[in-house]
């Protein structure tokens, strides 16, 4: 089968397997997120921000069933307006994907989150890229990012690497069946090589450098004038064998 798009490949067996995983990371780390407006951008056929309860959500594409039309490297939001960006395998098929987080940094609020999700390198879905990738189908034509090498990108735009989640560990088999019989390795993928999974989930959180307010120190230079003051001394006079004190 021809594999014309990301989403048609994802109801393949392979995909959905993928699609199982990422749906359950991306339900849990959008729940305690908050704000007025959150946005996925790419992959408009699934609801990445349906765990979300941030009010005015929607979608935004280059084609599709989405509230706004645009490419994901030029974003026609205002700056400092966006609470929550989803990227769910952008980068890994933009052709300028650091152009595609600057436009993240630019419309996202201080403290707001992006959530990026993308294929691992050093996986075996990595390997079987390097063997696939000369057919120029999905997913394997991406130029995938390493976990390492998104964080320096997010690093150089201001954020603070976050929550973040490693899965899929099974081959890339194409059949439901034999997908099946080597689920096991989700479970010992966790605990023996936790960085080699097929995909993963990473969270970025825009931190923005405040003004600090430089004022003078009221309380050490009362503490100095106390210490500065002089000390009155009573004298004793007696009269008449009453001591009297002055």
Request: charged share 20%; aromatic share 12%; hydrophobic share 40%.
């Amino acid at each position: 089968m021809s594999i014309l798009s990301l989403s048609d490949w994802l109801e393949t067996p392979q995909g959905s397997y993928l699609l199982r995983w990422e749906q359950a990371k991306f339900d849990l780390m959008v729940a305690d997120i908050f704000g007025y407006n959150a946005v996925q951008i790419g992959l408009p056929e699934y609801d990445f921000l349906r765990g979300n309860r941030i009010p005015f959500r929607f979608h935004c594409a280059r084609s599709g069933d989405i509230a706004v039309v645009a490419e994901g490297s030029a974003l026609p939001f205002a700056s400092a307006s966006i609470d929550l960006v989803l990227l769910p395998h952008v980068l890994e098929f933009s052709r300028n994907p650091h152009q595609v987080l600057r436009e993240v940094e630019r419309v996202l609020v201080p403290e707001g989150s992006v959530i990026i999700a993308g294929f691992n390198p050093l996986s075996l879905w990595g390997v079987r890229r390097l063997v696939a990738r000369r057919s120029g189908s999905y997913p394997w034509r991406g130029q995938y990012l390493s976990v390492r090498r998104t964080k320096d990108w997010l690093a150089l735009l201001g954020f603070e690497t976050q929550a973040g989640s490693f899965g899929c560990y099974a081959p890339a088999f194409t059949s439901t069946k034999w997908l099946e019989r080597w689920g096991f390795m989700d479970k010992a993928g966790d605990r023996w090589w936790p960085i080699c999974g097929g995909a993963y989930i990473i969270q970025g959180i825009k931190r923005v450098q405040g003004m600090r307010l430089i004022t003078p120190n009221w309380r050490d230079a009362r503490a100095a004038a106390k210490r500065l003051s002089p000390v009155t001394h009573r004298g004793r006079q007696v009269t008449g064998g009453v001591q009297k004190v002055e």
